[in-house]
Nanobody, 125 residues
Framework: QIQLVESGGGSVQTGGSLRLSCTASGRGFRFYNWGWFRQAPGKEREVVGGITWDSGTTFYSDSVKGRFTISRDGAKTTSYLQMTDLRPEDTAVYYC??????????????????WGQGIQVTVSS
């Protein structure tokens, strides 16, 4: 069983920065792709981006590209989501997730089998 725990959320003003962390425990997750998603009130969950388990290639949605950076530690036990130039529209519950490599696009929530509990990020104007 893989467990994911997020930390680092909170409230910031427009233009501020936050770094979220997601730490995994259990078996096998080092061979999993990592994804970050978010869900704002009244909206569907959307992809933020992620990092592949093998090459460490990162990918981002257009809405955060250039402002957010995803990384992981060398042991592949923790993924980080560094968020800069935050905007009110970035306000959401953020989730990390892991999933085995498959034919499903890494941009899809269906590519991930294990999810964190979510953490609130609030950006005020």
């Amino acid at each position: 069983q893989i467990q994911l725990v997020e930390s680092g959320g909170g409230s910031v003003q427009t233009g501020g920065s936050l770094r979220l962390s997601c730490t995994a425990s259990g078996r096998g997750f080092r061979f999993y792709n990592w994804g970050w998603f978010r869900q704002a009130p009244g909206k569907e969950r959307e992809v933020v981006g992620g990092i592949t388990w093998d090459s460490g290639t990162t990918f981002y949605s257009d809405s955060v590209k250039g402002r957010f950076t995803i990384s992981r530690d060398g042991a592949k036990t923790t993924s980080y989501l560094q968020m800069t130039d935050l905007r009110p529209e970035d306000t959401a519950v953020y989730y990390c997730a892991v999933g085995l490599k498959s034919t499903t696009s890494v941009y899809s929530a269906r590519a991930y089998s294990n999810w964190g509990q979510g953490i609130q990020v609030t950006v005020s104007s």
